[in-house]
Every structure is written in C-alpha cells, then in structure tokens.
T-cell receptor, first 112, second 114 residues
Framework: KNQVEQSPQSLIILEGKNCTLQ??????????LRWYKQDTGRGPVSLTI?????NTKSNGRYTATLDADTKQSSLHITASQLSDSASYIC???????????FGAGTRLTVKP | DAGVIQSPRHEVTEMGQEVTLRCKPI?????LFWYRQTMMRGLELLIY????????DSGMPEDRFSAKMPNASFSTLKIQPSEPRDSAVYFC????????????FGQGTRLTVV
C-alpha cells in the first residue's frame, strides 16, 4: 500500500476558479513534504517544501498546508490559469534513512 | 546555469540491447538522483549520490540496472540487457543538500524498449 495517497486522481475546473488538492500520508517518522508540478512531457518542478514544524507555505498563487498530527497536506490554487494544467505530485520524506515516498499525483485540467 | 541536462531525450532500442542514459547536474549541487516514471507506478527513486558516492540504490529494480558518477558533473544510468518493461521516462535531478532544498529535475529521457 502506497504510504502517500493523493486525491482526487483528476480534476477539471474553469479558468479563474480555485481548487484544493489533497495528500494524506502514513510515513512516520516524517521529515518534510514537497509539492511538485509536472507539465506534460517535462520534469517535475518544486512548488513548496515544508518541514514537520511548518503549517503553511505559499508560492505565488499556490499555498500548501500541513497538519502533521493528522498527516494531511493540501495544495490550494487560487485564481487558476490555463497554465496550471499539469500533474501535481506530493512527496513525503522520512529522516535519517532518506526514504522518499511519492504520491500518484492529481491531474488538473483548467478549461477556458 | 542551464539546469540539469539529460541525454538523449528519446531512446528506442531493441530488447536485449544495452542502454546508457546520461545526466549533467547543476554545478555545485552535492546530490544527484535518478528516477523512473511510468503510468502504472508513478515516480520512483532508483538511486542517489552524494558527492559522487552512491548512497542508496535500494530502488534499483534489478541487477540489470547500474549507475555511476565518475565526477561531480556527470552521471550515467545503464540498463543491460534492456527489456520491454523497462520502457519509461527516466529523470535525473540534483539538489544542493538532501532534505530541505529544492531538487531540480532534467527534462527526462523517454525510453522505449521494443
């Protein structure tokens, strides 16, 4: 069983709308959580990195939240643009053993 | 810096042939990672290096896979012999440190084994 579960698997929204992507994990202990954006045919690009002590981190219209108690993270996209159409991948790292666990990703499509 | 550079971008080879994927990390980065991405399994970490030394290769699927980093500016991932199930996109990434810094990915090599 994957230790990082993302939902929804796919999402279609209209341009200008907001959306929230979810990431639940069971990795423990936990070191940090990253959100990546991956455009079709390209490598992932880092959006945010959060350690267990951080609750929220923003990168422009992207805001990630983390609840280390419930082991949940979300990525909120505000005022979506067509260029936000991509896969968003959640990655959770454990300390010391350098173990990284990847979510399957959420495929977001923004339509005009 | 031009970012992480991978070559080739696309590779089509016949089953049984040797395949070598190449990566040039960002100058000054201490960590280099090799990933594989498929529709079925998503992104998987294969192996990573710290200061040119392989640290964890537990993600390498079989002995057919090997990776080297002869110097700080070059790494290879070799598959010998290749099999159709090795078809995937292989990414190389580098980062300044391990845990709290951004990893920069290359464009990937799309490998097709027929």
């Amino acid at each position: 069983k994957n230790q990082v579960e993302q939902s929804p698997q796919s999402l279609i929204i209209l341009e200008g709308k907001n959306c929230t992507l979810q990431c639940n994990y069971t990795v423990s202990p936990f070191s940090n959580l990253r959100w990546y954006k991956q455009d079709t045919g390209r490598g992932p690009v880092s959006l945010t990195i959060m350690t267990f002590s951080e609750n929220t981190k923003s990168n422009g219209r992207y805001t990630a939240t983390l609840d280390a108690d419930t082991k949940q993270s979300s990525l909120h996209i505000t005022a979506s643009q067509l260029s936000d159409s991509a896969s968003y991948i959640c990655v959770v790292s454990a300390p010391n053993n350098n173990d990284m666990r990847f979510g399957a990703g959420t495929r977001l499509t923004v339509k005009p | 810096d031009a970012g992480v550079i991978q070559s080739p971008r696309h590779e089509v080879t016949e089953m049984g042939q040797e395949v070598t994927l190449r990566c040039k990390p960002i100058s000054g980065h201490d960590y280099l990672f090799w990933y594989r991405q498929t529709m079925m399994r998503g992104l998987e970490l294969l192996i990573y290096f710290n200061n040119n030394v392989p640290i964890d290769d537990s993600g390498m699927p079989e002995d057919r896979f090997s990776a080297k980093m002869p110097n700080a500016s070059f790494s290879t991932l070799k598959i010998q012999p290749s099999e159709p199930r090795d078809s995937a996109v292989y990414f190389c990434a580098s980062s300044l440190r391990w845990s709290d810094t951004e990893a920069f990915f290359g464009q990937g090599t799309r490998l097709t084994v027929v």
